[in-house]
Structure formats: C-alpha cells, structure tokens
C-alpha cells in the first residue's frame, strides 16, 4: 500500500469517525429482526422512498410528455441531485452555514472579495471553491469516461465530425470517437440478426464478444454505432423472443389460409349472377317489375357506340359480390338513381333521402334543408 492511498482511507475512515455517512440520529431506519442461518444479523430497511425517487417523480410531473436529452439530463444531475444534497448535508451533517439558498457560487466570490479589498475572512467554516484546484475533465458523477476495451470502441479526445447534439455530447463526455448506444436502427438489427442465424441455438459470451468486434469495423456515426458484449447479451433476450413469435406465427400461415378459404367458400352461392347485368338482362327485369309509381330501368347507349353491350360485357368480366348478397338470387337494380351533379355544386346533407343539390334545398345541415328539415 503506497502512502497516498493509505492517506485516502485514513480520511475516509476520519469522515465516518466525523458521522459524515451515518444516518440521522433521532429516527431509527433500521431495526433488528433476527438472524439468518450463518448467525448474522437481519435488520428491517424503514427508509422509505429514497432522495432519488422523490426527484424522478418532481421531474415527471415538470418535465411531463417532454423528453429530456443527455445533456440536459447530465446538467439537472447534478445541478438538483449531487450539488444540493452536498450543500445540504455539510448544514446537516458538518455544521456549515445555512445562507437559505444553494447559489454558493455567489457566497464564494463575495467572501474571495472581501478579502481582496479588506483581507478579512468572512463565514471562516465555509468552503470557498474558487481556492479548490481540480482535476481538468474529472467526471465523477453523471456521463463520463469508463474503463473500456479498445477492441470494442475506439478511443478518441474529440468526437468525429459527423455526431452532432447528444450524440457528440456523450462521445465528448466518454472520451470516444463514437459513443455506444444499443441496438435500434434497422441496420444494426440486420447484422445482429444476420449473424444470430448463423450461431447455435445457445449463443456464448464469445459470440457476443466477435459480435462486438464486427459492430466496430462497420460503425459509421449515423445509423451503426459501437457496441460492448454485455449490450448485445442484454439484447439477445428480446430478440429471442420476437424471434420465437414471428416463427410461430409463419409456422401458422398455411392453417389460416385454409380456415379463411373454407369460411369464404362457404359464402359464395350458385345461384348468384356471376357477371352483372347487361342490356339484355335490364330489359328482361323491366318487363317483369310490376311495382307501382316507378318507371322502368334504363340504361343509357351512346348512339355513337354501337358495340356497347359487348363493351360492357367485356370491361366487366369480373363481379364481386357484396357481403350481404349470400341469400341474394336475382339481380335487384337500384330505383334511387340521382342525375349526376356538376362539379361546383354538393348534395343534401339528407342525401339520398333529399335527391335536391344544396343550392336548390339549403341542406347544408339536416335543420336547413326545405323539404326535410327540422
């Protein structure tokens, strides 16, 4: 043990002396059970919904149906998370001075001020922050670098060129030239899957790790980015079961064609027309129609055409027949048939019960049609 680090953990071990990490003294958090097995002891957790819960939940209810991106979620960590549970654990805890607010940041430059112009130290237990030297680009809490793998991502200080917003912000963070992201484009899934197809049943971690590998020599920035073997292991057990569902749902498809052509061949009747009616036929209907106040059906031959009943007979060669024709046996033709409209001008809204356009009858609305209007 080299004397820095033992400096390190003789600060820690003066922090927890000092009652820096303990819990409040007047309210009992924990609270002894009994004892397992080995003879330790069991305690009963009383803390309730943590620090963290209870800022997730003040988020939801400002943020809303909003979504927040990595660097405004990396700021508001540690803006409204670290920073100010620090501040107000050093009131709590280390006996530090309660200014009412957590702008400390103006606390220190009044007292650095202070003792520039009159060299008097003012609120002498405050820690000013503008006498602490960092560490340049020390990340400790939110998006920073980790202890990657080079054979998995490539190491960089500036991100490439083609990453723009939190893509850039996360690889500036990471210190990566791309940043790792999971699976999601439609490329990505097709080398996951193209290379599933062809591993066994049971992928390995070495699988993963190969597959990693592939994942780095085809990234580009935009739609394929790197990714570590633990992502794609994480990711396998989602795939695997969509993959299990859309097999399951193929093996099915031969049995319901065959139920949907049964059902549909037991609808369709001999005795129907299988083409419509011609000229012919009309004319047939017309001399057998004895219904009152109606005039016969006719359909309507340019004189220029005198092929016209081939015509017809020709450009509708196939009939399909409505759903509700099964019991149908005859041809029934429509007596409600409109003369047609130009096309500046609309139907009644009491259409085809009203056959007047809305200019003649006012239906623009049922209450303002003339004829039946209410």
């Known amino acids: 043990m080299t004397d820095k680090v033992k400096a390190y953990f003789d600060s820690f071990l003066a922090k927890i002396l000092r009652g820096e990490f303990e819990d409040q003294n007047d309210v009992v958090l924990f609270i002894k059970n009994g004892e397992n097995s080995h003879g330790l002891p069991c305690y009963l957790r009383r803390r309730g919904t943590v620090r963290t819960e209870n800022l997730h939940q003040k988020m939801k209810t400002s943020i809303g149906s909003w979504r927040v991106g990595a660097e405004t979620g990396h700021m508001m960590l540690l803006l409204l998370t670290c920073y100010r549970f620090n501040v107000k654990s050093q009131i709590r805890r280390c006996g530090a001075y309660d200014f009412g607010h957590y702008e400390l940041h103006i606390i220190d430059r009044i007292q650095n001020r202070v003792k520039e112009l009159f060299n008097i130290v003012v609120w002498l237990r405050h820690k000013n922050m503008l006498y602490f030297q960092g560490k340049k680009d020390f990340i400790l809490v939110g998006i920073g670098p980790l202890c990657y793998d080079s054979q998995y991502i490539h190491l960089s200080d500036t991100p490439a060129n083609v990453l723009k917003g939190d893509y850039y912000f996360i690889a500036k963070q990471m210190g990566l030239l791309y940043p790792l992201l999971h699976i999601g484009s439609r490329e ?3 080398i996951f899957t193209n290379f599933m197809m062809q591993c066994p049943p049971k992928a390995t971690m070495k699988d993963f790790e190969e597959l990693a590998r592939i994942f780095k020599t085809k990234v580009d920035g935009i739609r394929i980015f790197p990714k570590l073997p633990t992502m794609l292991k994480s990711y396998f057990k989602s795939w695997e ?10 093996s ?3 049995e319901v064609d065959a139920l949907l052509k049964d059902l549909f061949s037991t609808r369709i009747s001999d005795k129907l027309e299988v083409l419509p009616p011609t000229h012919e036929v009309l004319k047939q209907i017309n001399a057998n129609m004895n219904v009152e106040d109606s005039e016969p059906i006719s359909l309507v031959v340019p004189e220029e055409e005198t092929d016209f009943e081939m015509e017809v007979e020709e450009a509708l060669m196939v009939y399909v ?11 029934i033709p429509s007596h409600n048939v409109p003369d047609p409209i130009d096309l500046q001008n609309y139907r009644c809204a009491w259409y085809p019960y009203c056959l007047e356009t809305r200019r003649k009858c006012k239906g623009r609305v049922m209450s303002e049609c003339q004829f039946l209007g209410y």
């Open 321 to 331: 027949l409505p759903v509700q024709a099964v019991a149908q046996s005859v041809y």
């Open 241 to 250: 079961r969509n993959a299990g569902m859309r097999s399951t749902e193929k």
């Open 188 to 190: 990505e899934i097709y």
């Open 252 to 254: 099915m498809d031969s």
